[in-house]
């Protein structure tokens, strides 16, 4: 497995990282810094350097895309001309649909499959990478009706790999998730810290001191300016009709208040600490392996089709395999599913797209 990597800061890093201990795989690394390259190189997160990106990924099985979210578009499209045409291109961007509106008329655009892990750390840079980052981690994956299944098989095998839990949404449908459950507490957290700092130029400011759970909330204020300038902008219209049901949201928590009931108050706040817990319950659930096997046409689209339906019904693929008939007409598709409740829910959506499936006994 040979592995390119454009852009290798803290994501991009770990991704070699994690490529090399874990798939063996030889990473190549390409950044317009020469400072950045020489210490991904280091610290261990590339096996080699290349002085442009065509070299990086002109041998390349799957290219990585780690840049400003600003900079994907050009990125994922000098990857795609420069790359071979059994190579994978995908991206680690946080917001997938202005990425897929680019790439939409690209000749080579079957490769690109765009990505999303969420995962992250305090501190940023490649020196702060780390292998085991994406272990447990959610990963994005927008594949549409042009994305190559194979491509797709082998981008999902490589993420499960080394430690992540990829799972395919529709590309407008990631941006509107990812507006409510982490850029809107960006925008939160900023609104807090104005508020507070606005008390503290006052008089019956001085000595303010402020609590955990305020210290808590508002981690995230001010990150990375340039990088959350890019991202706030790119999903800006999403994030502001997010922004808008949370002003609504508020107005009705500060009537609450104003009424002064108590017993409503409570039960309030009893409703919040349910939500949280169902939505911690959710991130934890799981089980055993069940096999799914489908029979299906060998037609463009196909895999994207059922790993789409399947990421919008909230059922998580495990690991996939894919069968092609010799007469290259039909074929087999494998999937693995954590739970058997899950996988009855798989076989079921799966047959309403029309594909036969089956439930193996046992599981895997």
């Not at 317009?32 to 190189?41: G, N, P, Q, T």
């Not at 808590?216 to 808008?244: K, M, Q, Y």
Request: include cysteine.
């Amino acid at each position: 497995m040979r592995v390119a990597v454009l852009g290798v800061g803290l994501i991009g890093g770990s991704i070699g990282l994690a490529a090399r201990r874990r798939l063996g795989a030889e990473v190549t690394g390409f950044d317009r810094d020469a400072d950045v390259l020489a210490r991904a190189l280091e610290v261990g997160a590339i096996d080699r350097s290349a002085e442009s990106l065509a070299e990086a990924v002109a041998a390349a099985d799957a290219v990585f895309c780690a840049g400003p979210v600003a900079a994907l578009p050009t990125l994922a499209a000098e990857a795609l001309e420069a790359s071979g045409e059994d190579a994978v291109v995908t991206d680690v961007g946080s917001t997938k649909r202005q990425l897929a509106d680019a790439i939409a008329a690209h000749p080579q655009g079957s490769r690109f499959i765009g990505g999303h892990p969420l995962a992250g750390a305090e501190t940023d840079g490649v020196e702060n990478a780390r292998a085991e980052l994406f272990e447990g981690a959610r990963w994005y994956l927008t594949p549409d009706d042009r994305s190559q299944g194979v491509l797709f098989d082998r981008l999902h095998r490589l993420l499960a790999d080394i430690g992540a839990r990829p799972q395919a949404i529709d590309a407008a449908e990631h941006d509107r998730a990812m507006a409510t459950i982490s850029h809107l507490p960006h925008v939160l957290a900023n609104v807090l810290v104005n508020r507070v700092a606005d008390g503290l130029s006052g008089e019956s400011g001085r000595g303010l001191e402020v609590g955990r759970s305020f210290r808590d909330t508002t981690r995230v204020a001010g990150a990375n300016p340039a990088v959350w300038a890019d991202i706030l902008s790119a999903n800006g219209a999403t994030v502001a009709d997010e922004i808008d049901v949370v002003i609504e949201r508020l107005r009705e928590s500060a009537s609450l208040l104003r009424e002064g009931d108590r017993e409503a108050v409570e039960r309030w706040q009893a409703g919040a600490r349910e939500d949280r817990l169902a939505i911690a319950a959710a991130e934890l659930s799981g089980g055993e392996l069940h096999e799914l096997r489908l029979a299906v046409e060998n037609r463009p689209g196909t895999v994207a089709e059922i790993a789409l339906a399947l990421g919008k019904a909230g059922v998580n693929i495990e690991d996939m395999g894919l069968f092609p008939a010799s007469d290259r007409r039909t074929g087999a598709i494998s999937l693995w599913i954590a739970g058997s409740a899950e996988a009855e829910r798989a076989a079921e959506v799966v047959g309403e797209l029309g594909h036969g499936v089956s439930i193996v006994a046992g599981g895997a």
